[in-house]
Nanobody, 117 residues
């Protein structure tokens, strides 16, 4: 069991920046990826970005490439999502998740990001 706690959400105007953090505790040794997902009102949850623990390779959905950066600390207990040039369509609840080898099976409680035009 991995426990995830997100922080850093908030409200910002279009073009602004926010930094989300997610701290993991528990059985983190079985982590393959840590990722960020988001869910906007009335929409399905979608993948945003992930980082592979073994070599720190990163992956992004096309809509955030060049604007968002995922990173982790050396201890691999915290993953961050730096979000720049935010757009109103980035408004969503953002969730941190851990991929344990088969699927993303541990999720945080979510943090709200609101971008106003």
């Amino acid at each position: 069991q991995v426990r995830l706690v997100e922080s850093g959400g908030g409200s910002v105007q279009a073009g602004g920046s926010l930094r989300l953090s997610c701290t993991a505790s528990g059985r983190t040794f079985s982590t393959y990826f840590m990722g960020w997902f988001r869910q906007a009102p009335g929409k399905e949850r979608e993948f945003v970005a992930s980082i592979r623990w073994s070599d720190s390779s990163t992956y992004y959905t096309d809509s955030v490439k060049g604007r968002f950066t995922i990173s982790s600390d050396n201890a691999k207990t915290t993953v961050n999502l730096q979000m720049n040039s935010l757009k109103p369509e980035d408004t969503a609840v953002y969730f941190c998740a851990v991929h344990g080898g088969v699927k993303y099976d541990s999720w945080g409680q979510g943090t709200q990001v609101t971008v106003s035009s």
